[in-house]
């Protein structure tokens, strides 16, 4: 593996493979901890509804308007899932931008992360 470098070299090598891991590592632990924080909340177009959605998508807050009383159940129905996928989609935004910012959205492991999110152009 080190055929025809010096000792010298080989150590920087190694030390530049271990100072490469650290970063990563680092990068990684700085990702988790913004993950660890990341919502997003939505509105639907005629502010009836209002959804917050946590980092794996999942619903923590809904708030309905008393208007919304005036409405047929069905289409209260439709609007929060719909705000739902929007604050989905906002959530997806911000963990981009949490992965380019820490180890790099164009990396395996930030294409990995990001499999998981909604970009919007999925079919309805």
């Given amino acids: ?37 990341i919502t997003a909340t939505a509105c639907s177009r005629d502010r009836l509804v209002e959804v917050t959605v946590g980092r794996s998508g999942e619903l ?7 208007e919304i009383r005036q409405q047929p159940a069905a289409r209260t129905a439709r609007e929060i899932l719909a705000t739902i996928a929007t604050a989905r989609v906002a959530l997806a935004g911000k963990v981009r931008e949490a992965v380019e910012d820490t ?22």
């Fill in 60 to 66: 923590t807050d809904l708030r309905l308007d008393e």
């Fill in 103 to 124: 180890i790099g959205a164009e990396s395996e492991t930030g294409r990995a992360v990001l499999k998981g999110y909604p970009t919007g152009d999925e079919p309805a």
């Fill in 1 to 37: 593996m080190f055929d025809g470098i010096s000792w010298d070299d080989a150590d920087r090598t190694i030390d530049d493979w271990q100072a490469g891991f650290e970063r990563r590592a680092a990068q990684a632990r700085e990702l988790a901890g913004r993950m660890e924080a």
